[in-house]
């Protein structure tokens, strides 16, 4: 009787079927993708696991750290549950990477979840929905990060001057609430719309109702609402 593979050598395999005959840095850049999904596996994959797996990784983990790490214990059907929050939070929020590198993790993790399916290592029930949020993702991810950008651009990089009013959220992940050609309008935590704010062009169309911006800081001034600060920019699916 076979012995199941183990996550590690679940994505090694998926690596060599699917990126071994891609360009030298194609094969590179989906392997940067698997490292940061590994990672994040072995980092949160402890926190989703029964008492008795916990006991039983625990046992391992006293032994040998290395060899028991959570993606050299366990099989592939650990991976389906911890991608959407992946591509939510984490690359998102934990992660400092730039456009192409979202769009990159996004693409190889649609085709992770295809190939765990077409393999039988996940019942197709299970991934339906994860397929979905990694497909989105390919496309959100560098389209929120590229909006993230355009946005910390219109930072006044002097003081406007004195703010008739400020609107600081630095702990809050606000959503936009309605999008216009250059113009964006947000909602506060208690319901409150705030804006116009004057936008790029491009801006507004990357900009989608119920996406949020973490730290928001407005201002109004005479000339009408600036953006003082922010942090990342997030898809509704993953915040």
Not at 10 to 28: H, I, K, N, V, Y
Not at 164 to 188: A, C, Y
Not at 224 to 232: E, Q
Request: aromatic share 6%.
């Amino acid at each position: 009787m076979s012995v199941p593979p183990t996550i590690a050598e679940t994505l090694d395999a998926f690596l060599a079927e699917e990126a071994g005959s891609r360009p030298e840095p194609e094969q590179a850049a989906w392997s940067d993708a698997m490292l940061l999904l590994r990672g994040y596996l072995d980092a949160e994959g402890p926190e989703r696991l029964s008492r008795d797996e916990r006991t039983l990784w625990e046992s391992r983990w006293d032994e040998d750290v290395e060899v028991a790490s959570f993606c050299r214990t366990f099989g592939p059907e650990k991976i389906v549950p911890l991608m959407e929050p992946f591509l939510g939070d984490y690359v998102l929020h934990r992660v400092m990477a730039d456009e192409e590198t979202l769009r990159v993790t996004g693409l190889v993790s649609h085709a992770l979840v295809a190939w765990l399916e077409r393999n039988g290592s996940v019942p197709a029930d299970r991934v339906a929905g994860v397929r979905e949020r990694a497909e989105r993702a390919t496309d959100e991810l560098p389209r929120s990060e590229e909006l993230r950008g355009l946005l910390a651009s219109t930072v006044p990089r002097r003081s406007p001057g004195p703010a008739l009013e400020e609107v600081d959220l630095p702990h809050e992940r606000t959503p936009i609430s309605r999008v216009e050609p250059g113009r964006l309008w947000f909602r506060t935590w208690h319901g409150r719309e705030v804006g116009p704010v004057e936008v790029p062009e491009r801006a507004a169309e990357l900009a989608q109702v119920g996406w949020t911006v973490d730290g928001l800081h407005l201002a109004r001034t005479p000339g009408g609402w600036v953006v003082l600060g922010m942090g990342g920019v997030a898809p509704a699916t993953a915040t």
